[in-house]
């Protein structure tokens, strides 16, 4: 038990909370690569310990143990080199879940190669700015007809663009992976010298959501992956040789938080279900039964629409640990899934930029309905007001971590790739800003008030839309809702609900009037939503992540047409 854990750690079990907190500690070999460090490290102590279980809706199941995924990696790596990839080359990776991200990432990674997980989403215009804000060499896709039809379009605007690899069937203008695969060798000896990789390599780069602006390049190095050692054991809670499964798509980055680096360091066993149609809770719920999955991850919006069945009639007994990231948790779906599954869940926050940052670490913090949790030990996080000075409890501030530029934590993203001057404004200063806006209570718990920009400023008052949020959650009519500003032409802002009504709810005036009401009792009167507006669905990024700013944009020029 523990076996890599060891080489990584001097400690790994702790008395207490502050004990963890004070005393936590990684070490990171000056050559650490996750391919041939953990990957391969474990295919040799245990060559028949499972690494991956992979089904799909089509009902196609497959079972890879650390020796299948080593010996694929190494074909892969053999067969990208073919292609012109080595270390530094840029490669971009939309593949949804299918079991190939494993083995080509595991694979890229032994190269040296700098990899760009993407989402399926992606439209010829954000291929070709991806593609040329980050040089990319080679696009690594699954079969799909829009993927396949957006990167043929963008290609010709790509100019660094050299291969397209298509993983599961031929077609002719692209290379064919799986069918390569078998004529390559199953050994790929570990580069030396300018082909060897150094912990602070780049290894990895993710496209922030781009609210604000363009995508930004977020680098991390090849340490990376040993920041997630507190993701996965410590927030998670895997167990060695038992199945994990976190909900999410590859071109997100909580893949890497909970998908691969972290949980194979553990030894855990990483359970997927590529699931290719729209989200459906009862598929989910089966698979979590016929599994017998252990631990479990998804976002906030997952757990409320699982909610929205029978959950009890599914056995999910073999669930330990459950937890949550991506948006707050609402205190109502809290309380229903501990009353109808016995299960508390365990929310964490985090960014694309880094691991988990706070987080309600099982056993020392106790979760408290509304609190994200208190920091994780290796970063200095406080919360730091407009004018910079540091918040006292009670008062709210920007989460922020401290002293990055001496000291930059393990995990901590280290830059934006080919951006030196934002890299320098964001990164080599003070602290790095995360923009989210949050206050601690006197006993350490952090409690999210919203992005900064989310923050609704209406009649002189500052209301955070996850307060509001989750008043109305606790209604039955309301599945999920996002809180925004719009605009008033007297208050400036005032508060708009955008609501997902139950089954069986319609939007009437009357309903409206007793959500208003409801508000109105469950926190201070004056957060009530003036404006309340029903829909099918809401706005969401591929990683769950309510699009409040899309809704504030669409608002803003409804209003701005209406006064012309």
Avoid at 210 to 230: D, R
Wanted: charged content about 25%; aromatic content about 12%; proline content about 6%.
């Amino acid at each position: 038990m523990d076996m890599l854990l060891k080489k990584f750690l001097p400690r790994i079990e702790f008395d207490s909370y502050e004990d963890f907190h004070q005393n936590y500690r990684v070490n990171v070999p000056e050559t650490f690569n996750f391919g041939f460090d953990v990957v391969d490290a474990w295919a040799q102590a245990e060559p028949d310990k499972r690494a991956l279980v992979w089904c799909n809706e089509a009902g196609e199941e497959k079972v890879f143990t650390f020796t299948d995924i080593m010996r694929l990696s190494n074909r892969a790596a053999n067969y990208f080199r073919t292609l012109g990839v080595q270390k530094g080359t840029v490669v971009m990776m939309i593949l949804r879940r299918r079991w190939e991200y494993w083995v080509c990432a595991t694979a890229l990674h032994k190269l040296g190669a700098v990899l760009i997980p993407a989402t399926l989403q992606l439209t010829k215009k954000d291929i070709v700015y991806r593609g040329n804000a980050a040089g990319v060499h080679a696009i690594v896709c699954v079969d799909d007809p829009f993927v396949i039809a957006q990167v043929e379009a963008a290609e010709p605007e790509i100019p660094t663009l050299r291969q397209k690899i298509l993983v599961d069937k031929p077609r002719a203008g692209w290379a064919f992976l799986n069918g390569e695969l078998e004529h390559c060798s199953d050994v790929f000896p570990r580069p030396t010298g300018d082909q060897a990789t150094h912990w602070s390599d780049v290894m990895l780069v993710y496209f922030t959501s781009g609210t604000t602006g363009m995508p930004k390049m977020v680098q991390h190095n090849f340490a990376y992956p040993l920041g997630h050692i507190i993701t996965a054991k410590y927030w998670h809670r895997v167990e060695e040789n038992h199945l994990h499964m976190s909900v999410t798509d590859s071109g997100w980055a909580k893949f890497g938080w909970g998908k691969i680096y972290g949980q194979w360091i553990c030894g855990a066993t990483i359970f997927c279900y590529d699931m290719e149609a729209k989200f459906n809770p009862k598929h989910l719920l089966e698979h979590l039964e016929k599994y017998r999955v252990t631990t479990f991850c998804a976002p906030p919006t997952m757990f409320r629409f699982m909610l929205q069945e029978d959950v009890t009639h599914y056995d999910l007994s073999s669930i330990h640990h459950c937890t949550t990231a991506g948006e707050p948790l609402n205190p109502e779906v809290v309380r229903r899934w501990k009353e109808l599954t016995g299960l508390t869940i365990y929310e964490g926050f985090g960014q694309s930029e880094g691991p988990v940052l706070l987080a309600n670490f099982y056993p020392w913090v106790q979760p408290i309905p509304g609190s994200t949790g208190k920091p994780s030990p290796t970063f200095d996080i406080q919360l730091v007001a407009a004018d910079g000075h540091l918040c006292e409890d009670g008062e709210e501030g920007s989460i922020s971590i401290m002293d990055v530029k001496n000291h930059p934590p393990v995990g901590l993203f280290t830059g934006y790739f080919h951006d030196p001057a934002a890299t320098e404004e964001k990164l080599l200063g003070r602290c790095y800003n995360t923009g989210d806006v949050a206050w601690r209570d006197e006993n350490g718990y952090f409690w999210f008030v919203g992005r900064d920009d989310d923050v609704i400023k209406c009649s002189g008052y500052r209301i955070g839309p996850f307060e509001v949020e989750s008043a109305l959650i606790e209604h039955p009519a309301v599945v999920e809702c996002a809180i925004t500003g719009t605009p008033d032409p007297i208050r400036g802002q005032v508060v708009k609900a955008t609501i997902v009504l139950a089954k069986g709810y319609e939007g009437t005036p009357e309903l409206t009037k007793e959500l208003q009401n409801y508000v109105k009792k469950v926190t201070a009167p004056y957060k009530y939503p003036r404006v309340v507006e029903y829909v099918d669905e809401l706005p969401k990024t591929v990683g769950g992540k309510i699009k409040r700013a899309q809704i504030r944009r669409a608002d803003e020029a409804q209003d701005g047409s209406s006064h012309q």
